[in-house]
């Protein structure tokens, strides 16, 4: 079971508009009510130093 708050995916690299669009068609597949977050801070991504 998925609780709700939980982030599934994180994108990063991609223009605001065509991650929208991606997780839009990503959440048709997906059984659970979905809504896409944006970070208002920049930084914490894995990888960055």
Do not use: N, Y
């Not at 708050?5 to 994180?10: H, S």
């Not at 068609?25 to 977050?37: D, E, G, M, Q, S």
């Amino acid at each position: 079971a998925v609780k709700p708050g939980r982030i599934l995916f994180e994108l990063a690299g991609v223009d605001e508009e065509i991650a929208q669009e991606a997780m839009r068609l990503a959440a048709h597949k997906l059984p659970i009510k979905t809504r896409f977050v944006k970070r208002l801070e920049v930084g914490g991504e894995a990888g960055e130093s």
